[in-house]
């Protein structure tokens, strides 16, 4: 079974910037889809980013665009979240995703369900 870690959460003041990686356990998910999402206290989980198994295709939530960048590098078997600009309402246990199917579809992306795996989350915490 594929278990998923993240890691690099952290508290960090507005405007500063964080990485978050995510590695498994177990077996590679160098092809598969991998997501990010997030949850702050008393919110639903909601999406972030999205990646193709290649690393040649993202979608990203409207909140974080041009600030968060989602990338993979394959050879190190580990996905990433390069989270910059950093606002206080991006707070949240941040949880890597990833599905176990390698086609990319953009409408599906943002969608919790089509992911087969998940990490323990880390928490990101940003000051004022």
């Known amino acids: 079974q594929v278990q998923l870690v993240e890691s690099g959460g952290g508290l960090v003041q507005a405007g500063g910037s964080l990485r978050l990686s995510c590695a498994p356990s177990?077996?590679?998910?160098?092809?598969?889809?991998t997501g990010w999402f997030r949850q702050a206290p008393g919110k639903e989980r909601e999406f972030v980013a999205a990646?193709?198994?290649?690393?040649?295709?993202?979608y990203y939530a409207d909140s974080v665009k041009g600030r968060f960048t989602i990338a993979r590098d394959n050879a190190k078997n580990t996905v990433y979240l390069q989270m910059n600009s950093l606002k206080p309402e991006d707070t949240a246990v941040y949880y890597c995703a990833a599905d176990k199917g390698n086609l990319w579809i953009p409408e599906r992306a943002s969608v919790q369900d089509r992911y087969d795996y998940w990490g323990q989350g880390t928490q990101v915490t940003v000051s004022s």
């Open positions: 177990g077996r590679t998910f160098n092809r598969y889809v």
């Open positions: 990646i193709s198994w290649s690393g040649g295709s993202t």
